[in-house]
């Protein structure tokens, strides 16, 4: 595979598919106030237990470790991740590369989507972008565009949540797991799921959480392959 900063410019004239990866702040960090806000809608204590586990879904209390890229033109992929004492490497087509900060991680992001003709995401409208802009906010970070245009015009981010769903006509389930099962897709969750992120970030586990994330990507561009072929109206 050519090396970053060419894969870099590349990236910045063709669509691009990409998936994030977000850790939560540990509960007892929380003041006793938020901790109570928080668990306001669990109900038993089990159910508080998970809430507990729920920090990484918000820009408010969690933050962005890892971005996978995938280029469908290029057949090629690159993962970047925040990890002090990584050393970045290659495997067949994909990149990977380590950042020592969430603020470094964002900062490239923007970069290298700012000149991407369409962005590529399975509920990316839901979660990865906005998360994405708000992280950018508090890391004091520029985003480069809107990656928030009109919901119904998928030439600038073509959410696969939206379009595979027609806009929630099909309203259940509504996973990526649901989705690469139906199509014959290996499923990305096989070895780790999204909530144990934040777990395997904090034992140390970062080139597994790079791996998961670029199978999160794969997936989602064969995902967009099969709505290219079959669902895409000329």
């Known amino acids: 595979m050519a090396k970053y900063s060419k894969s870099k410019n590349i990236l910045s004239h063709i669509k691009v598919v990409f998936d994030i990866e977000t850790v939560g702040k540990s509960f007892d960090s929380f003041s006793k106030d938020d901790q109570e806000y928080l668990l306001k809608y669990a109900k038993t204590e089990e159910e508080k237990e998970e809430y507990k586990l729920r920090t990484a879904l918000s820009p408010l209390t969690g933050s962005v470790v890892a971005i996978g890229y995938y280029l469908p033109s290029e057949k ?53 972008v906005p998360f994405l802009m708000i992280r950018s906010a508090v890391c004091k970070v520029q985003c480069s565009r809107n990656l928030m245009p009109y919901r119904y015009d998928h030439k600038i981010h073509l959410d696969l949540a939206d379009q595979m769903s027609f806009y929630g006509a099909l309203r259940y389930p509504k996973t990526l797991h649901f989705y690469t099962q139906a199509f014959g897709i290996k499923t990305p969750k096989d070895e780790m799921k999204g909530h144990q992120v934040t777990e395997f970030y904090n034992e140390g586990k970062h080139k597994e959480i790079a791996e998961y994330c670029l199978k999160d990507v794969i997936a989602t561009a064969e995902l967009f392959d099969y709505w290219e072929r079959y669902l895409r109206f000329k």
């Not at 993962?79 to 470094?104: A, C, H, I, P, W």
């Open 76 to 128: 090629r992929s690159l993962v970047e991740m925040v990890s002090d004492g990584q050393e970045n490497y290659e495997r067949e087509n994909t990149s990977f590369k380590f950042l020592s900060s969430e603020k470094e991680l964002l900062e490239s992001f923007w970069q290298i989507i700012l000149k991407c003709p369409q962005i590529v995401t399975f509920n990316g409208r839901g979660f990865d």
